[in-house]
Structures are given as structure tokens and as C-alpha cells.
């Protein structure tokens, strides 16, 4: 079970850092860390549909009338109704949205972990380290670990068969 802890660490051994033992240190690795984890874990979940992180939520309805999206709601993929701010408005008594949640480190899949860490170790070079060189090779492996990840994330799960489809039958 990875921890926040564990990602931080990683990213700083990537640099040739030392890992943390706590996010509450006083090191400057510990409050970049603590800075900066959630900041950057929530926009690498937002920026891909992740099968990892989507889920499928039927709202209730509260006293308003309308519908609240939960505050671990990054972002919503579908819905049944019109978004206005954290609420979906709707003439219907149920609401359905697909949506990509706030995951923790522990339910990450080793694909997103490598790119989780790569871009912690991007955000963590220059504050710590100051080089650009460094930088930029982090950069150039982050944009091949994404497409890795993008790809392996798409082809995990499989697609339904077309059973019932008159075309194929009747070449048949």
C-alpha cells in the first residue's frame, strides 16, 4: 500500500534526494511535499478519463430542488442534467453523473504511480535543485510515461461483443 509519503519519496530519489520520513518535517523537501502532493495528483486525475478514478454516482435530490456533486468530484464526464457550479439542476427526481473522483495513493495502478512520481520530480526539480537540464529530461519522460499510461489505462478493460447485430448474421 503506496502512501503519500511513499510517492513524495520516490520523486525525491529520482532527483538524488533524500526521502521523507513525514510531511510535517521542516525540510524543504517535506513542505514541498506537503505543498504541493494533492495539487498535482488532482490535475493528473482531471486530465485523463481514468478507469482507476471513475465512478458512477446517483445524486439525491436535496430540499432545493436541485442536486449537490460531492466535494471528491474532480470532474464530470456525464450527467443528466445542467452543471451550475457544485450542483446539477434537473427536472427529474434522480440524477446520474459518471464522474472522476479523488483516489488515494494506495488504489493507483503502477502505470499512474510511475507517472505520479515523474511528475512530482518535475515539480520538485527546480524548487530544489535548480537545474533546467534536469528538468527537461523529467519533462521528456513524463510525456512518454503519459502516452504509456494513457494507452495501458484505455486497453484494460475489455469491449462487449456485438451479439445481436443483423449484418453479421445474415453474411453467416
Known amino acids: 500500500m503506496l502512501t503519500k509519503i511513499d510517492l513524495?519519496?520516490?520523486?525525491l530519489l529520482k532527483l538524488g534526494e533524500s526521502p521523507i520520513q513525514?510531511?510535517?518535517?521542516?525540510?524543504?523537501s517535506a513542505k514541498l511535499s506537503r505543498t504541493l502532493f494533492d495539487t498535482v495528483i488532482d490535475a493528473l486525475i482531471t486530465m485523463h478519463p481514468w478507469r482507476f478514478?471513475?465512478?458512477k454516482i446517483e445524486l439525491v435530490q436535496n430540499a432545493d430542488g436541485?442536486?449537490?456533486i460531492p466535494s471528491d468530484v474532480l470532474r464530470v464526464l456525464e450527467c443528466d442534467?445542467?452543471?451550475?457550479?457544485?450542483?446539477v439542476i434537473s427536472d427529474s427526481d434522480a440524477v446520474t453523473i459518471v464522474v472522476l473522483r479523488r483516489t488515494s495513493?494506495?488504489?493507483?495502478?503502477?502505470y499512474f504511480v510511475s507517472l505520479a512520481v515523474t511528475r512530482l520530480a518535475m515539480e520538485f526539480c527546480i524548487p530544489l535543485m535548480g537545474d533546467q537540464t534536469v528538468f527537461r529530461m523529467l519533462v521528456a519522460l513524463y510525456e512518454t510515461e503519459l502516452q504509456t499510461a494513457k494507452y495501458l489505462d484505455s486497453s484494460t478493460s475489455t469491449h462487449p461483443s456485438i451479439s445481436?447485430?443483423?449484418l453479421i448474421s445474415t453474411r453467416f
Open 66 to 68: 436541485d442536486f449537490l
Open 53 to 55: 478514478a471513475t465512478s
Open 8 to 11: 513524495c519519496s520516490m520523486a
Open 164 to 166: 445481436d447485430f443483423s
Open 105 to 110: 495513493p494506495e488504489d493507483f495502478p503502477s
Open 22 to 28: 513525514s510531511l510535517t518535517d521542516d525540510s524543504a
Open 81 to 87: 442534467g445542467r452543471i451550475i457550479g457544485n450542483r
